[in-house]
């Protein structure tokens, strides 16, 4: 019994970190190490403010097959507006 409860909390103390990992937030970050990120990583989902948040992707190959980019503008701690990449968007490229 002991040996099940020691087992217990070990697997849950190992899958805690994992939960409480917090995304990378832009306003806390200067407008070139957002780009830096997102150009390093590829994909990154990034904290715009809040609560809010969003997927960021360097080039379109990072995107399914039938999306397209579009700019992503977001605000950062010495940029009210940096471009730091783009998101996937899907529909069509001549819908608004």
């Known amino acids: 019994?002991?040996?099940?409860?020691?087992?217990?909390?070990?697997?849950?103390?190992?899958?805690?970190g994992a939960l409480a990992q917090a995304r990378p937030q832009t306003p806390a970050m200067s407008c070139e190490a957002s780009r830096q990120m997102v150009?390093?990583?590829g994909a990154v989902v990034l904290g715009t403010g809040g609560f809010t948040y969003d997927r960021f992707v360097r080039d379109r190959s990072?995107?399914?097959i039938d999306e397209f980019i579009d700019p992503a503008f977001v605000p950062t701690?010495?940029?009210?507006?940096?471009?730091?990449?783009?998101?996937?968007?899907?529909?069509?490229?001549w819908d608004d």
């Open 62 to 64: 990072f995107c399914q």
């Open 77 to 93: 701690r010495d940029t009210p507006q940096c471009m730091v990449g783009y998101r996937c968007r899907s529909g069509s490229l």
């Open 39 to 41: 150009a390093a990583r």
């Open 1 to 16: 019994m002991r040996r099940l409860i020691c087992t217990l909390v070990l697997l849950l103390a190992g899958t805690a």
